[in-house]
Structures are given as structure tokens and as C-alpha cells.
């Protein structure tokens, strides 16, 4: 009689709004997830806007936090699906830190002498 080993199941991908909900409630690893699906957004908004004295990685982390805002402030009983919502936030916080790095205060900082 030969032992057949058992396929472990497949367990059925989680929802974006179950992710959220816990992404919400501060579980890493559904944010992990998210990102993971939605990284394109992130990566896109990374790749449109230049922050004056800041390196492309920072823009790609101002764009995740954007992401995580999505997950906090999402509203599922508004009937808008998440991608929509986490488009709109990631964008918006990539041009907030855009406008805030622009602005006439941080100029020293970002204009370097060698």
C-alpha cells in the first residue's frame, strides 16, 4: 500500500475589503497583501512625479502611505470599489508631498551646495 501525500488546499484569495478592514486594524500582513495587489499604483504615481531633493523611493513610500490612508479611510457602503478609492488617495498623497516640498520654506533644503 503506498502513502499518498495530500495536497495542502488552496485556500481561497482574501477580498480587498476584508484586507482593508484589517489592514485598518493594524494587521501588516493584510497591508502586505494590498500592496502587493495594488503595487502598481504605487509604483505608477512613484514613476509620474519628481520631489525636488528627495530620491524616487521616497515618492514610492509617500505613494504606500497613501495606499495605507486608503485603508483607513475606505468606506465600503459608499458602493466605490477600493482600487478606485486607493487611486485617488495614493495620487493625492504623492501631490501633497509634491506641493509640501515645493514650497518656498524648504528651499535651503533642497537646493545643495557641493
Known amino acids: 500500500m503506498s502513502a499518498r501525500r ?18 485598518a486594524q493594524g494587521d501588516s500582513l493584510a497591508f502586505a497583501v494590498l500592496l ?3 503595487g502598481d499604483l504605487v509604483r505608477a504615481a512613484s514613476a509620474r512625479y519628481f520631489l525636488p531633493g528627495h530620491e524616487r523611493a521616497d515618492v514610492e513610500q509617500e ?10 479611510d475606505f ?3 459608499r458602493g466605490v470599489p477600493f482600487r478606485a478609492f486607493a487611486d ?5 498623497a504623492v501631490l501633497t508631498a509634491l506641493t509640501a516640498a515645493r514650497r518656498a520654506k524648504h528651499r535651503p533644503l533642497n537646493e545643495r551646495i557641493t
Open 88 to 92: 485617488l488617495c495614493v495620487r493625492r
Open 63 to 72: 505613494a504606500a502611505l497613501g495606499l495605507y490612508r486608503a485603508c483607513v
Open 75 to 77: 468606506r465600503p457602503e
Open 36 to 38: 502587493g495587489r495594488h
Open 6 to 23: 495530500r495536497r495542502p488546499r488552496s485556500r481561497p484569495a482574501m477580498s480587498d475589503g476584508r484586507l482593508v478592514a484589517r489592514a
